[in-house]
C-alpha cells in the first residue's frame, strides 16, 4: 500500500505544482476575472433588488389607483342610483299629482254636470207643469166655448156656415193659427 500511497501523494504534489504554475501564468487573469464575476455577481443582486422594488412600487402605485379609480366609479354609480332613485320619486309624485288634479277635475265636472242636469230636469218638470196647465186651461176654454157654442146653437139653431166658423175658430185656438191661413189651406186641399 505505500505504493500506492506514494502514487497518491506524488499525484497530489504534481497537482500542486500545476496549480502553481497556473497561478503564475494566469494568476493576474483569474483575480480579475474573479473580482469581475463578483462585481457583475453584486451589481445582478443590486438590478435584482432594483428591479424587485420597482415591481412592488408598481404593482403598490396600480393598486392604490386602481382602487382610487373603484372608489371614484362606486361614487359616481352611487350618484347615478341616487338620482335615478330621485327622478323616479319625482315622477311619481307629479304622476300622482296629476292623478289627484284630474280626479278633482272630474268630480269638479261630475258635480257641475249634475247640477246642470237637475236644473234642466227642473226647467223640464216645470215647462211639463206650465205645458199642463195650460192644456187643462185650453181644455176649459174650449169646453166653456163649445158649451157656450152649443146653447147659442140650440137657442138660435144656426146655420151649417156658422157652425163651421165656430168649429174652425176652436181648431184655431188650438193650433195657434190664423184663421186666414186656415181657410187658405182648405181652399187648396178643396175643402
Known amino acids: 500500500m505505500n505504493e500506492n500511497n506514494l502514487k497518491v501523494q506524488e499525484s497530489i504534489n504534481t497537482a ?17 476575472f474573479d473580482t469581475r464575476i463578483t462585481q457583475l455577481s453584486d451589481n445582478l443582486q443590486d438590478m435584482e433588488k432594483k428591479l424587485t422594488k420597482m ?21 359616481t354609480l352611487e350618484d347615478i342610483r341616487t338620482t335615478i332613485v330621485k327622478d323616479r320619486i319625482a315622477t311619481k309624485e307629479q304622476i300622482n299629482l296629476r292623478d289627484v288634479n284630474l280626479q278633482n277635475q272630474m268630480v269638479t265636472h261630475n258635480e257641475l254636470l249634475v247640477r246642470k242636469l237637475n236644473n ?5 218638470d216645470e215647462e211639463k207643469r206650465i205645458n199642463h196647465d195650460n192644456l187643462y186651461r185650453v181644455k176649459d176654454e174650449i169646453q ?9 146653437v140650440s137657442e138660435n139653431k144656426l146655420s151649417r156656415n156658422k157652425m ?15 184663421p186666414s191661413k186656415i181657410l187658405e189651406e182648405g181652399i187648396k186641399t178643396g175643402k
Not at 55 to 75: G, N, P, V
Not at 120 to 124: A, G, Q, S, T
Not at 144 to 152: A, G, I, M, S, V
Open 164 to 178: 163651421s166658423e165656430m168649429f174652425l175658430d176652436i181648431a184655431m185656438r188650438l193650433q195657434n193659427e190664423s
Open 16 to 32: 500542486e505544482n500545476v496549480e502553481q504554475i497556473r497561478n503564475i501564468i494566469f494568476g493576474t487573469q483569474t483575480k480579475e
Open 55 to 75: 415591481i412592488y412600487d408598481s404593482h403598490i402605485k396600480l393598486r392604490t389607483e386602481s382602487e382610487r379609480s373603484f372608489a371614484t366609479m362606486e361614487k
Open 144 to 152: 166653456k166655448t163649445l158649451e157656450l157654442e152649443f146653447k147659442h
Open 120 to 124: 234642466l230636469k227642473h226647467l223640464l
